[in-house]
């Protein structure tokens, strides 16, 4: 049981470059998240999954795309990635199971674009 | 919106020392309240989570928290830390009535423990 898994954990790109960040759970969790952490900021939420073929936007969803492959898995796309995207990402699920709900992170993709 | 708290932005501490972390947050509604911790070049991991009944919560690691509603309030604490307890600390909440999942952190706390 892996729990949450993201690759890569790290990746330069040059500005303008694209990539995807994925991240795949084995918990057999119905919610997914993608957030991104900068030093003094904490977690700010980019985007959210609730359930398999939903998607949401979170605080920060600019410049950035999503998809919910399946249950399991839940990418993170920049199209054209800028310096201010520079940042660490992480991955996190949750059961969703109504008022009580748990989120659980992945490792973390560590991404610097030059 | 949703906001959380967290005034201290570094503490350091000798070994043995007591703990408090501040947590304030405003939602006008009824929450679920989490202490994430996340040590050196690692994820963010469960310290301990409040939903509901007994308001002093007791974690991993001899961590503890105390929800004090009346002060929107859910501070963290430790009666004597360790090295290993260096690491950045977040505290998150949920509030029932959002939507499902849209937890909301602090700026986090940076413990360091001298030896």
């Known amino acids: 049981n892996a729990g949450v898994t993201q690759t890569p954990k790290f990746q330069v790109l040059k500005t303008g470059q694209s990539m995807t960040l994925q991240c795949a759970q084995d918990?057999?969790?119905?919610?997914m998240y993608w957030y991104r952490q900068d030093p003094g900021m904490g977690l700010r939420l980019i985007y959210y999954s609730a359930s398999e073929g939903t998607t949401d936007k979170g605080e920060v969803p600019n410049g950035y795309n999503v998809s919910r492959l399946n249950k399991r898995e839940f990418s993170l796309r920049l199209e054209s990635a800028a310096p201010s995207q520079t940042s660490v990402y992480f991955c996190?699920?949750?059961?969703?199971?109504?008022?009580?709900?748990?989120?659980?992170f992945g490792p973390g993709t560590r991404l610097l674009v030059l | 919106a949703q906001s959380v708290s967290q005034h201290n932005h570094h503490v350091i501490l000798s070994e043995a020392a007591s703990l408090e972390l501040g947590c304030n947050y405003s939602?006008?509604?009824?929450?679920?309240l989490f202490w994430y911790v996340q040590y050196p070049g690692q994820h963010l991991q469960l310290l301990l989570k409040?939903?509901?009944?007994?308001?002093l919560v007791k974690g991993i690691k001899g961590f503890e928290a105390e929800f004090i509603k009346s002060k929107f309030s859910f501070n963290l604490r430790k009666p004597s830390v360790q090295w290993s307890d260096t690491a950045e600390y977040f505290c998150a909440v949920n509030g029932r009535g959002s939507t499902l999942g849209r937890l909301y952190f602090g700026r986090g706390t940076q413990l360091t423990v001298w030896p």
């Open positions: 939602y006008g509604g009824t929450v679920n």
């Open positions: 918990m057999n969790h119905n919610s």
């Open positions: 996190a699920s949750s059961e969703a199971s109504g008022r009580r709900e748990t989120q659980y």
């Open positions: 409040y939903f509901s009944g007994d308001p």
